[in-house]
């Protein structure tokens, strides 16, 4: 058994491989394993280090997987620059060239289908992030309700305040769907990723949404433009729209399958 | 302000959602299913929002 193992980056079409220059995974040389109209990008990694126990030890360890996962996105950056891709998840790796080859023709058609609807079409990533107490004071009751002490006085102040926060999460979610339809008229597809949580982000204010709009490359424009409009029209609610891309379609390469409920 | 991927590095948890989350899932020689993968990404979720706790504390 071979010390050496294969892991994959992205499907391409066959005439589309050109060299990448980026070194791949663990500093192996990216290389494409061809069958038919289909080319595997894959890279040398140590059987040691991406074998079974090994491999699960080190995704678990935060730094280890940092170093893989952005190894492996500067592949993908770079052939997303020069042609369409099908991104893997990460961690698909195979024995050698003879069983990429097997895992080409076993997918063949399914691989094929997914190059020819990401064709000329880019995945972005928008997400909204508020001001939760700014939103929450453009929908506050108004009215001083029963600052009397007493039984009715409380029940009346307790009612206001779930008024109140009732009041603010369908503000929020009325918020959501409007700047989630309004970038979607740009898109061919679209889905929500869950919000992340403000340590995970490192962004300020709360996420309300985290989308990923699958574009025509022309659509680009017109998206961060409405994405910058929307910006403005609720600046007085804090809001703040984050624009990322064009990324590898991750969220749109597996076609109709089913995603896992968030 | 909206910007691009190029004009910023991209935060680790943009791409580990997509590259743990997103992606076409292909049955590889090396055997790691879906579960576990799903495992990894829960517990990381958790990992990450430690280590940010962690960079917030005043420098040594």
């Not at chain 2, 997509?18 to 299913?33: E, H, K, M, Q, Y």
Request: net charge negative.
């Amino acid at each position: 058994m071979s010390d050496r193992l294969l892991w994959a980056y992205g499907i391409v079409p066959a005439q589309a491989v050109s060299p990448v220059s980026a070194s791949g995974v663990a500093g192996g040389a990216v290389d494409a394993v061809t069958e038919g109209e289909l080319s595997a990008v894959v890279s040398e990694v140590s059987r040691d280090e991406f074998d079974g126990e090994s491999l699960r030890a080190n995704l678990n360890d935060l730094a280890w997987l940092e170093r893989v996962a952005r190894e492996h996105e500067r592949v993908l950056d770079e052939l997303l620059a020069q042609t369409t891709i099908v991104p893997l998840r990460l961690c698909t790796i195979f024995d050698d060239a003879d069983g990429t080859r097997q895992m080409l023709v076993r997918e063949c058609e399914a691989l094929t289908d997914a190059l020819t609807r990401l064709e000329g079409r880019q995945e972005w990533g928008v997400k909204l992030l508020v001001d939760g107490e700014r939103l929450a004071a453009t929908t506050a009751p108004g009215g001083d309700a029963a600052h009397g002490e007493g039984g009715a006085a409380y029940l009346a102040r307790r009612r206001q305040e779930r008024q109140t926060r009732e009041a603010a999460r369908n503000a929020a979610a009325q918020l959501v769907d409007d700047v989630d339809s309004a970038l979607r008229a740009h898109a061919l597809d679209a889905v929500r990723l869950p919000p992340q949580n403000r340590e995970l982000s490192g962004l300020s204010g709360d996420m309300l949404l985290n989308g990923a709009y699958l574009l025509d490359a022309d659509q680009v424009d017109a998206l961060r433009a409405t994405a910058d409009g929307l910006q403005e029209r609720y600046a007085d609610h804090g809001a703040q729209i984050v624009v990322t891309g064009p990324w590898p379609p991750y969220n749109f390469a597996a076609g109709e399958a089913p995603r896992q409920p968030a | 302000m909206s910007s691009t991927i190029a004009e910023q590095d991209v935060a680790l948890v943009d791409l580990l959602d997509r590259l743990l989350g997103g992606g076409v899932v292909i049955a590889g020689d090396i055997t790691l299913s879906v579960a576990d993968v799903d495992l990894v990404h829960i517990s990381l979720r958790a990992l990450i929002s430690s280590v940010g706790k962690l960079e917030e504390r005043p420098p040594r």
